[in-house]
């Protein structure tokens, strides 16, 4: 059995105490920006079982007139769901924000045609007794790109 020397000792010690000082601090007030140190809101609630659900994404119109989904992700436009919904606020006061999904979508894949309109919106679904009694859908913002073959002048 190897014993470790005193240096090696005194750092594993002092790593695993500012570890620890991260997780507690994190934990008292962090929120999802300080994670892994701190809890990620996400997860840190408790559904009432009679309450609502709500998931969140985007739809697109290409120029092409489709519809799809927006593929929230980092292979998709390189934005999470989870960034998008912990920004949700700023994206319904100002939806030209989300002009930015439709350049990222136009850089990250040249060859697939290009985004006119977006539509924030949400799932809602109602729980009775933690049992789906219902759903909707909720739009929250839409932007219509002004120049889809260059969004926010990309891609010239």
Do not use: K, N
Not at 120 to 144: C, F, I, K, M, N
Request: charged share 25%; net charge neutral; glycine share 8%.
């Amino acid at each position: 059995m190897l014993r470790l020397s005193g240096p090696a000792r005194w750092w594993r010690t002092a790593l695993a105490l500012t570890a620890l000082a991260l997780l507690v601090d994190g934990t008292l007030r962090g929120d999802d920006d300080r994670w892994p140190f701190a809890p990620m809101s996400q997860y840190a609630f408790a559904v009432d079982l009679d309450g609502e659900i709500r998931s969140t994404h985007v739809r697109a119109v290409t120029v092409d007139g489709d519809e799809q989904v927006v593929r929230l992700s980092p292979g998709g436009v390189g934005l999470r769901r989870a960034e998008v919904e912990g920004q949700l606020g700023r994206f319904v006061a100002d939806p030209s924000l989300l002009e930015a999904i439709a350049a990222a979508h136009a850089r990250r894949h040249p060859d697939a045609a290009r985004y006119a309109r977006l539509d924030l919106v949400q799932d809602v679904s109602r729980l009775r007794a933690g049992t789906v009694a219902g759903t909707r859908t909720e739009q929250l913002a839409t932007w219509t790109v002004p120049d889809p073959a260059h969004p926010m002048g990309c891609c010239r």
